[in-house]
């Protein structure tokens, strides 16, 4: 079936970088935008960026200009968002989202906790 | 950036009530609006597409109306597994904003 698989929790020290994985199953890979979404602790959700696995454009809002990489193995149906230069208020799951069109994000991974703790 | 706010942010309710949530935008976004149910440690679902579209799977208890600044999401028996946290997208433009949420608890 259609899904996003993304890789398990990590654990950071400030000041380090983490890459999560999201591989995607049951549909085109290039035919969707990649989107990710992020989730503090008993907070809202936020929205990242994108990337475009069929050509790897991407766009990030303006907050992770310059702080989050966005790429992709498209042999391997996987996108990856590294975030860099972590600290503790990047505690946060981050989901990644199938875009449908400009219609909706219709498929969701089932998030990867990132928790950043000296 | 266009912004969503969500009324109410908290909201008690039995089973069997009807629920409407409203969610504005900050400016004009057409019906590119969805609807997200979240249950506790669980990622986002899809419930509701160009404002008024239901995503297929979804219970027809569920249905969204609006177009432009103004939207509602209404459930019209609420069921125990209901009880979640229920967000607004836009998908006008970019960056692709969420509204605060809206969180339904059991009276």
């Known amino acids: 079936q259609v899904q996003l698989v993304q890789s398990g929790a990590e654990v950071k020290k400030p000041g380090a970088s983490v890459k999560v994985s999201c591989k995607a199953s049951?549909?085109?890979?290039?035919?969707?935008?990649i989107h990710w979404v992020r989730q503090a602790p008993g907070q809202g959700l936020e929205w990242m960026g994108w990337i475009s696995p069929d050509n790897g454009d991407t766009y990030f809002a303006q907050k992770f200009q310059g702080w989050v990489t966005m790429t992709r193995d498209t042999s391997i149906s996987t996108a990856y968002m590294e975030l860099s230069r972590l600290k503790s208020d990047d505690t946060a799951i981050y989901y990644c989202?199938?875009?449908?069109?400009?219609?909706?994000?219709?498929?969701w991974g089932q998030g990867t906790m990132v928790t950043v703790s000296a | 950036d266009i912004q969503l706010t969500q009324s109410p942010s908290f909201l008690s309710a039995s089973v069997g009530d009807r629920v409407t949530i409203t969610c504005r935008a900050s400016q004009g976004i057409s019906s590119y609006l969805a609807w997200y149910q979240q249950k506790p440690g669980t990622a986002p679902k899809l419930l509701i597409y160009a404002a008024s579209t239901l995503q297929s799977g979804v219970p027809s208890r569920f249905s969204g109306s609006g177009s432009g600044t103004e939207f509602t999401l209404t459930i019209s028996s609420l069921q125990p597994e209901d009880f979640a946290t229920y967000y607004c997208q836009h998908l006008n433009s970019y960056p692709r904003a969420f509204g605060p949420g809206t969180k339904v608890d059991i009276k």
């Open positions: 049951g549909y085109t890979f290039t035919g969707n935008h």
């Open positions: 989202a199938r875009e449908q069109g400009i219609i909706a994000f219709d498929i």
